[in-house]
């Protein structure tokens, strides 16, 4: 499957929504779009919708755990909005659900 990349900014808040697979394939698109937020002077927080994100490999989890890291070393706020049950499992999986901020809905 493609891969969906939308993005919205809110004055210092940037907004990406993410579909279809992230892979070794799709990866560097990712990446290169979230890297590119992080180093912007005037974006403070990023977040990213997973909510229709059907796939994702370990490929997209280093991504995460980079821009995470990055956010981080940036004093820039990084964090995961929504996400399919298939990535959450992942996330869980792999441990990184406890490290990164997650909201799951709208009101959290």
Known sequence: MDLLIQTTSLETEHRVVLGGDI????APKVKETLMS????????HITVDLEAVEYMDSTGIGIFIGIMKECFQRNRTFEVHKMSPRVERLFRITGLYDHIAIRKGESE
């Open 23 to 26: 892979d070794a394939f799709t």
């Open 37 to 44: 937020l992080v180093t912007k002077p005037d974006i403070n």
